[in-house]
């Protein structure tokens, strides 16, 4: 049985506390004057005014041409107008590569400062980071039983455990976005006051088409359907595995939970997507991405697969659980192997196709992504996320050992959570990004609640199931 001692209370009470008082210190702080000492704001609004100043002149240059194209016959003025026709396209070019930059000064023209809306950005990241910990393992456990899945019998009590974690950071995203309504923040542009009525100085065109999808009411009762599906299955899952080992031995219910994990898994299959557009996508309303679902997905379910695989390992050295052994950690590890492998598939098929095709609304992402200050972040993630795990356990045997497991996780949790940050802090704040107690806080906060759910749920149930059909199978698991 395991037991929640009192030093790993402490310690997940300590984190949640320390990680409660950063926070409020983050959001207490002046993030303007950073950026501007920082010199984050001042390369946006050059390359904002360069962009402006370049489509005035091309509007002039496209004036000139005009005149000149009804004096095609003579051959001075065309060459005016094949001149002044180069000279716009040039410069047309220079506004499309400053448009990325440009959105700082869009947002500022409603009157936004981009940077207060960092220690609220930063708390979003950390809210989506450690939400894929929990919905990442949710969906695994549905897995198990709608595969009819015999090896990893002997750890559902694991993946229930974590599981229980997934509504806590959608309360966090509700928190946000009730504020987001009551305009405490701009995190979400397009709730910007007015912004949406043709009548105001505030109306942007393309954010109004959205209007259907994009509004307060609708976007927070899509969020509260994600806790209640979400939450819900992993409730029932874990209260029928409870009711299962209080039945008579040789009986159980396991095509009932089979029924129920199917049914969420066809659920999540489409609120995975709509979750991401919603909480991540809208940041960057004029962007979007056909994409984008599967790779926040892939990214959610590589995070949680570390986090299990972390968690074994400590359960194991603690004999908590003596009927797994390194074959079922090989299995977990070759999960987190492959699906670091698959988002760096998805990452690259987003990126190449955006970049063959060049449509100015889908490359404007990727223009301070990759072109501007957030380019070194953005390279190591994707080290971080693919390279690095793929060198530390691309063979059998590491895939077993503690210690490189251990490696290529800090790598993983890592390079997943930059990935994070670097999908919301350039829409959110601009260049008026950082590091400082509201991103530390936010980790530490959701890592103390973390500890205190799951081990608690570990400690209030036997973690080896009784009644399970499959479980001789897992215990004997060779391979």
Known sequence: MFVFTSKMKLLAGSLTLVGLVFLLIGFNTDYSSHADSGDHGAPAQAHAEEAHAAEAHTDDAQATEAPATEAHA??????????????????????????????????????????????WAAFLVNSIFFLGIGIGTLFFLAIQYAAQVGWSVGLIRVFEAVSMFVGIPILGILFLIATGGMHMHHLWHWMAEGIMDPASPNYDSLIAGKEAYLNVPFFALRTIA?????????????????????????????FTQRKLAATFIVLYAVTSSTSAWDWVMSVDPHWFSTLFGWYTFAGMFVTAMTVLNLLVMYLRLNNHLPWINENHQHDLSKFMFAFSVFWTYLWFSQYMLIWYSNIPEEVTYYLPRFKGEYKPLFIAMVAMNFLLPILVLISRDAKRIFGFIGLASVFVLAGHWMDHYIMIMPGAVGYSFGFGFAELGGILFYAGLFLWVTLSQLAKVPLRLKNHPMLTESERFQQ
């Open 74 to 119: 003579a051959e001075g003025h065309a060459d005016m107008a094949y001149t002044a026709e180069g000279h716009a396209e040039a410069h047309a070019d220079m506004a499309h590569a400053s448009e990325g930059h440009a959105d700082d000064a869009h947002a500022s023209d409603h009157g936004h400062d981009l940077s207060a809306n960092r220690p």
């Open 226 to 254: 994600y806790l209640v599906i979400w939450a819900g299955a992993a409730f029932l899952l874990r209260r029928n595995s409870l009711r299962e080992d209080a039945l008579p031995q040789g009986q159980n219910m396991f």
